[in-house]
């Protein structure tokens, strides 16, 4: 038998995996944008190329996600907290006074970003108290600016340490 997982505790382990975070957009039927921060999103595939992201049942925006057919995954660079911010906290227009540009299908495509993937809603899964969407990328743009970082509950930077070793020449 397993002891419960405290959902604090769970949090604070989670917290040490250090990610980055990007704002996903898209456009509702009303032909409004709407747009979330996430630090859920991961590579799924390269061959199609896949990525998904995770959002909250109980979060404002889901009914737009669940009926986008395209969306946009912004990877904000380092300078772009505040952004972070401004999409992570309920307030009346997000996009107020901020430069974007419609994308595929209209999903906003934030200026700034290192970088920026446009994607056709591929599928979504159910997972606990959040739905996964599986998006196939089908434009993208990178920047070579520094992302922004999260890791324990704080905004990071980036910092170069030596260079990994080349595992794939190294003999074994």
């Known amino acids: 038998m397993t002891t419960p997982i405290e959902p ?17 957009t898209a456009v509702g039927a009303d032909g409004r944008p709407a747009g979330v921060t996430v630090n ?13 992201w995770c959002l909250a049942h109980k979060a404002a925006t889901m009914s737009v996600f669940q009926a986008a057919g395209h969306y946009a995954i912004n990877i904000l660079a380092a300078d772009q907290v505040e952004l972070s911010n401004r999409f992570a906290l309920p307030q009346a227009d997000r996009f107020a006074g901020i430069d974007w540009t419609p994308g595929l299908g209209g999903a906003p495509l934030l ?39 999260y890791h324990a509950s704080r905004y990071r930077a980036l910092t170069d340490l030596p260079a990994a070793p080349d595992v794939a020449q190294t003999p074994m």
């Open 8 to 24: 604090q505790q769970f949090r604070a382990a989670l917290g040490q995996f250090a990610t980055g975070i990007a704002v996903v």
């Open 40 to 52: 859920s999103f991961a590579s799924v595939s390269l061959d199609p190329p896949l990525v998904l």
């Open 111 to 149: 200026d700034g970003c290192c970088a920026r993937l446009e994607c056709r809603a591929e599928t979504r899964y159910a997972g606990g108290d959040h739905l996964i969407f599986v998006g196939r990328v089908e434009r993208l743009a990178r920047d070579e600016r520094p992302p922004l970082i």
